[in-house]
């Protein structure tokens, strides 16, 4: 799929912004800090709901303003949408797709797919769980939009379990309030349970591409595993600081099944539950290992193998939304990835998304990114955008 026009209003540094996005390669070059990861931001927030550089979407409304415009025209197969989004600092937000609103704005999600790459990603494999999981869940809903449904009536689950976990710590656990906190569990559970056999499912379903894609990648053979660590097995729980607790790996999708481990675990841990007044057990409390061979990349790989990984992952994301999706190609974001990368990771990158259908890259330095991605050139300059200018 690609985009063919895309309009900005009060979206970061930009007042307006009206660019005709081309297919193949479109490189947004000009100096630091003048709106070129602001402006394929607009276009990841519209695909997924969420930036790589923020959590929220406050600051992406421009300063001294009180809403900002994120419109696209999006194409796919000769068919036309227009998906637009609202983002408002004192009401909700709004979307509209085709013209007509849409009852929520997580309805957007799934009309424009995208993978993005960025030197955030380093953080999946070298930072806490919260990386890993983001990383995961935003492949789930991309793969099955109604999981964002799932996952908010998961946190807005979790939010309230909690809220009466500490409630009951003070006041000391009561009968009205055990019997109110089983019927939190149900749901829960409900909900957890499709979360975790969801990851299980992609990680599963990801795993081909990314062994074809470490190898091609990297030039090496070592192999690249995901293993799922879940909260919902052993005796472990996790601590606050979210590291170091041993998990262990799950392996089944079988929804009944997780349900009947995470109904089991949340008995053993009641009262260290009500003790602490928090929820200590579910999917937000999982992690993935990122393995490397027989090592785990975390704490282990080097910063070349890091990066190789990281790119793996994002490459596997694309074959995996190929294949899974009726839209095509996603839309790959590149913010600032070149630059960061050796001569050799920069033309083997450059080899395996040239094809793409449509393919966002943003530069300070035009040089840093391999010549054989010929491109339409926009040069970006204080949120203001020039014509694209074709270089092929
Ligand atoms: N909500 C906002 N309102 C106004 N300006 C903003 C807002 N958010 C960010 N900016 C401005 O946008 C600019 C950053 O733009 P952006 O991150 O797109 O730069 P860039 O062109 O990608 O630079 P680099 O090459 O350094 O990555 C900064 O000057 C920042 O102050
Ligand atoms: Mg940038």
Redesign the pocket.
């Known amino acids: 799929m690609l985009i063919k026009h895309l309009s900005l209003a009060n ?3 930009y007042k307006t912004a009206e660019v005709a996005f081309q297919p193949g390669v479109n490189l ?1 070059v ?12 607009a276009v990841r927030f519209l695909s997924t709901l969420s930036s790589h ?1 923020v959590a929220g979407y ?8 009180d809403s ?1 415009l994120i419109r696209a025209l999006a194409s796919f197969d000769d068919r036309e949408m227009l998906i637009e989004l609202e983002l408002n600092r004192e009401s909700q937000n709004k979307a509209r797709v085709n013209k007509s609103p849409s009852q929520k704005v997580r309805d957007i999600l799934g009309y424009i797919n995208s993978v993005t790459f960025a030197p955030e990603d380093l953080d999946i494999i070298k930072r806490d769980p919260s990386n890993r999981r983001a990383f995961i869940d935003e492949l789930v809903v991309q793969v099955w939009p109604r999981f964002a449904g799932v996952y908010s009536d998961y946190e807005r689950v979790l939010k309230q379990r909690n809220t009466l976990l500490k409630t009951a710590r003070q006041t000391g656990a009561k009968g009205s309030a055990l019997s109110t906190l089983d019927a939190w569990d149900e749901s829960l559970i409900n909900f957890g349970a499709e979360i975790v056999a969801a990851r299980v499912d992609v990680i599963e379903r990801l795993r081909p591409h990314l062994f074809a894609a470490y190898q091609k990648i990297a030039i090496a053979n070592n192999e690249p595993k995901i293993i799922v660590k879940s909260s919902l097995l052993g005796a472990a729980i996790v601590s606050d600081d979210e590291d170091g607790a041993p998990l262990d790996a799950i392996e089944t999708k079988d929804k009944l099944q997780i349900a009947e481990l995470f109904k089991l675990k949340l008995e053993f841990v009641r009262s260290k539950e009500l003790e602490r007044g928090i929820s200590l057990v579910g999917p937000h409390r999982d992690d993935l290992v990122l393995m490397l061979g027989e090592l785990p990349a975390k704490g282990y790989a080097s910063h070349g193998e890091s990066w190789s990984y990281a790119l793996a992952l994002r490459l596997a994301s694309i074959e995996l939304l190929k294949a899974e999706t009726r839209s095509g190609d996603p839309i790959l974001i590149l ?2 990835v070149f630059a960061e990368l050796d001569a050799g990771r920069r033309s083997r990158l450059a080899e395996l998304i040239a094809n793409n259908e449509q393919v966002l890259i ?3 330095v035009g040089e840093d990114v391999p010549q054989e991605l010929s491109a339409v050139i926009f040069e ?1 300059r204080a ?1 203001e955008i020039s014509d694209g200018e074709n270089n092929a």
């Open positions: 979206f970061r540094n947004l000009g100096p630091n800090g003048q709106g070129k990861t602001n402006l394929v931001e550089r406050q600051p992406l409304i421009k300063q001294n303003e900002a913010d600032d943003t530069a300070a970006v949120g």
